[in-house]
């Protein structure tokens, strides 16, 4: 999930360097897209993937980056060049785009957790059951064994949606491209 949020973002900031070329009115119909697009993602669709909802609006915003590629019209060789690796550079954003979003659907099945959930709880009934000649010894045995399943529980659940939680990926990448070439 991380190297994709890297990969699209990083195209991102490609297709700023690659747009400096330009005069700065054609220019700036790009630059304005992608600082747009990735507050966009840094505000708005974060919020929408961790809750696991549709997000049009960004699609809406990423399609703006392409048009105000697609747009501008090339005067000669080196603007040819140029135009064409700029196209090259929205194709590879689009991909990595769709990537990241479609990695982000995915979650832990609910009959796996399931299964983990009541095989811990299993392991735990079961040594609360188990004959300790030692009263102290029994009830640590109980109490690490109650709490490890518990924090095994957190983190399956915690790293199931990679936008929310302790453990989760950055907008940061999408957030350094609104103060990019200011």
Do not use: C
Not at 94 to 103: G, P, T, V
């Amino acid at each position: 999930m991380e190297n994709e949020i890297l990969k699209e973002s990083g195209a991102l900031k490609d297709l700023l360097v690659f747009s400096q070329r330009w005069n700065e009115k054609n220019r700036e119909a790009t630059v304005r897209a992608v600082k747009i697009y990735a507050r966009g993602v840094a505000e708005t669709e974060w919020k929408s993937l961790a809750a696991s909802e549709q997000n049009n609006q960004t699609d809406k915003l990423f399609f703006a980056i392409v048009s105000s590629v697609a747009e501008l019209k090339p005067e000669d060789d080196t603007q040819r060049i140029l135009y064409q690796r700029r196209l090259d550079i929205a194709n590879q954003a689009s991909s990595h785009r769709d990537e990241r979003l479609s990695i982000s659907t995915k979650r832990m099945p609910r009959t796996l957790m399931l299964f983990v959930t009541l095989t811990a709880s299993m392991i735990v009934f079961l040594l609360f059951f188990f004959p300790f000649r030692n009263v102290v010894l029994g009830a640590l045995s109980l109490a690490t064994a109650t709490a490890l399943p518990y924090f095994a529980h957190f983190v399956l659940t915690d790293v199931d949606n990679p936008f929310e939680g302790t453990w989760n990926v950055s907008s940061d990448p999408f957030a350094s491209l609104i103060t990019k070439l200011r």
